[in-house]
């Protein structure tokens, strides 16, 4: 059995909710792609990942996520719900945060830290300092319909969909609906 996104307990607010943020699709990796080596640390704990500590899991989800992003602020209660989830049945989930701290220091290791504890954050929360994208990519759409500012109710069911996919060995649909958010904040370039 899948999410239940009736679990959520969202509610709608009365007024209007209006987000000033950088909407970005996410484009330019190819489904199939495979993740290179990496390791990084978890500034909660300190500990180091690497892509070979989630070699036993029958999958991987890696979300690129940041602690300002409305987009983010927005989901980050149910992507909590929905991974504890689908880690009860084997999948594995990490977080990796790859803004640049000069432009964005609200989104750095110590702030990471306080949001991954504050919200009992089950999977490790990653600081990827120099930009690297670990994964090999089978699914890489949206979460769901639902928008900071458009009052559809967060479920998770595009996301949801596609683990119960590879978890049970099935085919993923192709055609997948791009996720939006804000982009990474690279480094500004430095001039000598």
Known sequence: MGFNPMHLGTTLLARKLVVRAARTESKGASLGSKA????????????????????????????FVCNH??????????????????????????AISSNSIATHPQDGP???????????????????????????????GQFDDSR???NVPVSGRDLSRAIDCVLSSQPIPSVQKPSVGCSIKWHPETTL
């Open 36 to 63: 290179p080596h990496f390791e990084l640390p978890e500034p909660l704990t300190g500990k180091v990942w690497k892509l070979d500590d989630f070699e036993p899991y029958p999958a991987l989800l890696v979300m």
């Open 148 to 150: 900071p500012s458009n």
């Open 69 to 94: 992003c409305p987009f983010v602020k927005h989901l980050k209660k149910a992507i909590v719900k929905l991974t504890n989830f689908y880690m009860k049945k084997g999948l594995a989930v990490v």
């Open 110 to 140: 110590q702030f990471m830290a306080e949001e991954a504890k504050l919200l009992n954050y089950p999977f490790p929360y990653l600081y990827d300092e120099d930009g690297r994208r670990p994964f090999e990519l089978v699914y890489h």
